[in-house]
């Protein structure tokens, strides 16, 4: 009995003990309940709300730059890092054994650096060595795998690319049963290559903000039209959970069309690589416009890599200042004339080779006895332009930059370009040494010169004294539909009248045609005639003019009605200016005439109309009567040149002379025969004669020829 007792009591100590500790372990969870909601709860609902008002930002995709034809200069490419985790619990040893040897051929087809076998034991070798490996300490303190997620190439994937490997056997099966996925990375590229690389400029990541921006040229300058405007995602609370979710969509940047012509860019590049090679510069930049619009069609920028030899696209030494040389002539000329020191351009002034004013000696080694203005510019004489410039601003020098300043000179051309300068004149006093500075200033020293804004002034001579814009941003576009046309606008509706800017004109002309003029040895041309000016300038070194150059040519062309003006600056070439700078733009010139883009095109209508032209084009039409339509239509009900139709067989090798060449090889093929041609044109020929007979895959040699 008392056995019984013991044994009752040591139940109920023992349901007691649980009992407490139950009751223990509820009054904890009912504290923490009330701490939770009530102690605690503007704590834990500001966590809440956080959760839910956090957001994180949408990077937007980049805008494209467009050439001024709509092809694309620099456009955001989205590449593929093809990849597979393992550790996919739905990857069946015996499904990635059957389809390993499939898979494997396929790779081996697509990346020839491995043999399927070898793409066999590498990809066998590497998921054993995950597999087996030990799991890490993982920076939040947790273990977990290394190299989860398998590399399956080097090299990243285009879409297209990944487009086909995602289809290879094993990688084509869900992704739960294979593992396989992709890490998606925006890149930036350029489609041409180095081809005008500078202007366009590049992109990268922001330090602060992780996000991509401008770094150079274009894309730095027009970023914020570029770039868009970033999006806003948040977590939204649902039945079940929470998720993400785009709360502000993210805003695509414009795309931006520029000015830049892709043909034009190519002659350009090409024509400055050439010279930079044959005269051993240091580097040299150009720039075409385009008269009436102030359109930037082409600009390069090539410096010397000392460590390869080779030139690439470098500083965008276009809107740099430099001191300019005799270029600077002209636009000193341009004041003179628009202050009516100068009226008539063929009255004579004394000019000589040596000058003493102001306590100093200016030298001219292009100098006379006297010198005409015209004469002044031709044989580009110091002491010519400096006696003109004093004539009015001896006695106030800063009152030739107040002038040029009223000329909108010093303005800045927000042209789309990154790191533009305006120009720089040195400060001048009414003193000896500030009156000495105004000669330099009048023919190139003392003075910092973007080449770009030396070639907007040359552009207002040719424009009739229009003083256009020059830019390089033509259109802005959203999702192909245009947003803005950015208008051609004027830093002066004139800068110099109509007639003053004729007279430059024809002193421009003497500098390349004249029987004195610096640049008539190198610059003439029997296609296009060409008006310009050349200009040289010796680099300060410690604080002393060197032997080191800078030689400029600018100009336009054609000279009677001129549609485009472009200047050359080359550093340190072993040839003059005229020889070097001169020779690029004028072989510029010459191969834009020779496609065409000069006005020099074949007036194929008027050429039709007029009996009187005897050596008019002999034009060809297609067998096709349509196409004969159309050529006899558009060419004013002018007859070109037909062929007789090719006689029709009934058999045999079809007849297929006087057929174009497109027409001959799709009846021949049709036929079964195999085409082989040489010369251009119409068929003249054929190797087996119409009607003969033949075999399915035989060859056939045709002669083509023009007339």
């Given at each position: ?259 830049i012509n892709i043909q034009l860019q190519d002659i350009v590049e090409n024509e400055l690589y050439d010279m930079c090679v044959k005269t051993g510069a240091e ?216 007639e003053n800017a004729r007279k430059l004109r024809i002193m421009l002309h003497d500098v390349v045609w004249g029987s004195h003029g610096t640049a008539r040895k ?186």
């Amino acid at each position: 009995m008392a056995t019984k007792q013991n044994n009752k009591r040591h139940i109920l100590a023992r349901y007691a003990i649980v009992v407490g500790i139950m009751l223990l372990f509820s009054v904890t969870i009912v504290w923490d309940l009330f701490k939770t909601t009530v102690v605690y709860a503007d704590e834990w609902n500001r966590k809440a709300d956080k959760v839910l008002t956090d957001t994180t930002p949408i990077p937007p995709e980049r805008g494209k730059l467009l050439a001024d034809n709509g092809t694309v200069l620099s456009a955001n490419l989205r590449y593929y890092v093809p990849r597979i985790d393992w550790f996919t619990d739905g990857i069946k040893e015996e499904t990635l054994m059957k389809e390993i040897g499939a898979l494997c051929d396929s790779l081996a087809a697509f990346d020839t650096t491995m043999t399927a076998t070898q793409w066999r034991q590498k990809i066998l070798q590497d998921r054993k060595a995950i597999l087996d490996a030990p799991k890490t300490i993982q920076a939040n303190g947790k273990k977990g795998r290394k190299n989860r997620a398998y590399k399956l190439f080097s090299k990243m994937l285009t879409h297209n690319e990944f487009e086909r490997v995602r289809n290879f056997p094993f990688l084509n099966l869900p992704r739960n049963k294979n593992g396989f996925y992709s890490e998606k990375h925006d890149r930036r590229i350029k489609p041409y290559g180095n081809m005008a690389a500078r202007s366009i400029g590049n992109v990268g990541e922001d330090t602060l903000s992780s996000e991509i921006h401008g770094r150079s040229g274009l894309e730095m300058a027009l970023d914020s039209l570029l770039y868009g405007q970033p999006g806003i995602s948040k977590n939204i609370q649902l039945t079940n959970g929470i998720v993400r979710a785009e709360s502000v969509p993210a805003v695509k940047g414009y795309d931006i069309t520029t000015t830049i012509n892709i043909q034009l860019q190519d002659i350009v590049e090409n024509e400055l690589y050439d010279m930079c090679v044959k005269t051993g510069a240091e580097w040299g930049t150009c720039v075409l416009m385009e008269v009436a619009t102030g359109e930037i069609k082409a600009i390069s920028n090539l410096d010397l890599n000392k460590q390869t030899g080779d030139y690439v696209e470098g500083v965008n030494h276009a809107v740099l200042g430099y001191e300019p040389g005799s270029v600077i002539k002209t636009i000193s000329m341009m004041v003179a004339l628009e202050d009516g020191i100068v009226d008539n351009i063929d009255a004579p002034i004394s000019t000589g080779t040596l000058w003493s004013y102001a306590g100093c000696t200016v030298k001219d080694e292009h100098g006379g006895a006297t010198r005409t203005p015209r004469q002044i510019i031709e044989t580009s004489s110091n002491i010519g332009m400096a006696k003109l410039i004093v004539q009015k601003y001896g006695a106030n020098p800063q009152g030739f930059h107040d002038r040029l300043r009223e000329m909108g000179f010093f303005e800045p051309f927000h042209s789309g370009i990154a790191g533009e300068n305006i120009p720089w004149y040195q400060n001048v006093e009414i003193k000896n040494g500030g009156r000495v500075t105004l000669t330099r200033q009048a023919y190139g020293y003392g003075a910092r010169i973007p080449p770009l804004c030396t070639l907007a002034m040359y552009n207002a001579i040719a424009n009739d004294g229009k003083y256009v814009r020059p830019h390089l941003v033509k259109k802005l576009s959203r999702e192909g539909e245009p947003d803005s046309i950015i208008p051609v606008t004027y830093i002066r509706e004139q800068v110099c009248s109509p007639e003053n800017a004729r007279k430059l004109r024809i002193m421009l002309h003497d500098v390349v045609w004249g029987s004195h003029g610096t640049a008539r040895k190198w610059v003439q041309d029997d296609k296009v005639e060409i008006a310009g000016k050349t200009g040289t300038a010796f680099d300060v070194v410690k604080g002393q003019y060197g032997g080191q150059k800078r030689l400029a040519f600018c100009g336009f062309f054609p000279y009677d009605k001129p549609k485009y003006s472009c200047i050359v600056l080359l550093r340190n070439a072993n040839m003059g200016a005229g020889a070097s700078s001169g020779v690029v733009l004028k072989n510029i010139a010459r191969k834009m005439y020779a496609i065409g883009l000069l006005g020099n095109a074949p007036d194929y209508r008027a050429a039709a109309k007029d009996e009187s032209l005897k050596n008019y084009p002999t034009l060809y039409a297609s067998m096709n009567d349509q196409a004969y339509a159309n050529i006899d239509h558009f060419l004013g009900g002018s007859k070109p040149h037909r062929y007789a139709r090719p006689t029709a067989v009934s058999k045999g090798v079809p007849n297929v002379v006087g057929l174009n060449i497109r027409e001959a090889i799709k009846t021949l093929e049709d036929a079964g025969l195999s085409v082989v041609f040489t010369g251009s044109g119409m068929v003249t020929g054929q190797s087996l004669s119409a009607g003969s007979s033949y075999s399915r895959g035989q060859s056939i040699n045709l002669t083509l020829r023009n007339y």
